[in-house]
Structure formats: C-alpha cells, structure tokens
C-alpha cells in the first residue's frame, strides 16, 4: 500500500456566481519516502490540494488516507492529534512568532507533549543544529536572514518527527542562491527518508523532485518521474 493514498477527491465552493470547482476528483498514490513537486498556474488548486493533505479543508467528496488512515472520516479532535503527529508544515511567509528565539519558535509544536522543558529544549537544540542554525539558537526572527528564518521554519516542522512535510511554496520569498540552499537541504533530509510535498512555481526545483505534478483549472494535467537527485 502506499503511504498516501487519494481517489476522486475533489473540492468545490458555492457563490452567487455559481459552483466554483477547485479540485476535480485527483486520483494519486505517494510512496513513502517521495520527494513530490506539485506546480501549476495560479488558482490551479495547489493550495488547495496541499491544504486537504494537511487536514485543514475537507473535501466534498473523495478519500485521503495518510499511512492507512482516512483522514477526513476522523472526528476533530482525532484530526488535530493527527496533524500534529504526522504532519511538518513549511510556509513561505515563514509563520515564526516575532518575539521567541529561534529555539523557541522550534520548541512550539511540542508544548502539548508531555516531556521534561529540559528534553524540549534539548530536541529542538538539535534541530537547529541539523539545519544548520545552532549558532543562532538565541536569535529572534528580526534578527535573522530570509533564509534563517527558512531555515527555523524547517526546524520547527522536524521537531515532531513526522513522517510527512508539507511545504508551501518555501522558497517563494528568498534569492535564488538561497533558495538552491534551501532545496539541498530538503534534498538532504529525502534523502535520509523524509516525505516530502512541495507546492512551487518555480521550474528550477524540479531536478530535486522524484515527481512532478501539474494541476490545471482543479484538474491534474501531468506528471513524470525523475531520477534521485544527486547526494
């Protein structure tokens, strides 16, 4: 079985205008272990897609099971436990609270775990330093780069250790030799097994994907397979 598994998941909205249809009935199998790039024009349905893999939009209709579990036939509390347990999220607008340090921005995804402030700090210290920031630990975001804070946002979505990132146009905002850094660094971490969703616009991140994706008008136009990227 793969590890996401989606049929005929489709997501429309009503207005005065009539049906709006931003997904229509996506069939796909992820394995575990993907690096998935999903491209297409703008309000093409990659947000929309990401969110529904997120646990964040319920579809109209269709099925999503994430490692076997049928995301949207869960209750919301079991959603929520769910998300937080399986899913890493990385925004391009960052998302970092302004006024916590960067190890503390990492630590915000485990207060509801029951483990020792010690071991918290001790967790997201050593993801930091996997992302290459443990000099900037005591950093607040205005004090940081774009990439930095890139960079924080990654941590933050590795604390948990979740089997899956979801990535939401991540290099959007920054340079484009920050973003070659950025991408080898989600490279890196599929390389070492992670699963990985990336919605992007830009092309040049597509020699890091094993898949590409194309959606058009709610619709998936195409897609390839793509050799590992180098290590």
Do not use: W
């Not at 509390?77 to 970092?96: H, I, T």
């Not at 900037?136 to 604390?159: C, F, M, T, W, Y």
């Amino acid at each position: 079985m793969a590890f996401i598994e989606i049929s005929g998941l489709t997501k429309y909205y009503d207005s005065r205008a009539g049906r709006v249809e931003a997904l229509g009935g996506i069939d796909l199998s992820i394995d575990e272990g993907t690096f998935l790039g999903v491209m297409g024009p703008s309000g093409s349905g990659k947000s929309t897609f990401l969110s529904m893999l997120g646990g964040l939009c319920h579809p109209s209709s269709g099925s999503l099971r994430i490692d076997g579990i049928d995301l949207y036939r869960l209750p919301g509390e079991k959603l929520a436990d769910f998300r937080r347990e399986y899913l890493g999220f990385v925004f391009q607008s960052f998302n970092l609270v302004p006024y916590l340090t960067a190890l503390e921005n990492v630590m915000l995804p485990l207060a509801v775990k029951k483990m020792p402030t010690t071991e918290k700090r001790q967790r997201a210290g050593q993801v930091l330093e996997r992302v290459g920031l443990k000099a900037r630990a005591g950093h607040l975001p205005g004090e940081l780069s774009g990439g930095e804070q890139e960079r924080v946002a990654i941590a933050r979505a590795l604390v948990n250790r979740p089997p899956l990132i979801l990535a939401d146009e991540p290099t959007g905002s920054l340079d484009s030799a920050t973003s070659a850094e950025i991408m080898a660094l989600f490279a890196e971490l599929n390389a070492e097994g992670q699963t990985i969703v990336m919605v992007t616009h830009n092309a040049e991140t597509t020699s890091c994907f094993h898949r590409t994706l194309f959606l058009r008008d709610g619709q998936l136009a195409g897609g390839r397979d793509a050799a590992l990227p180098d290590a």
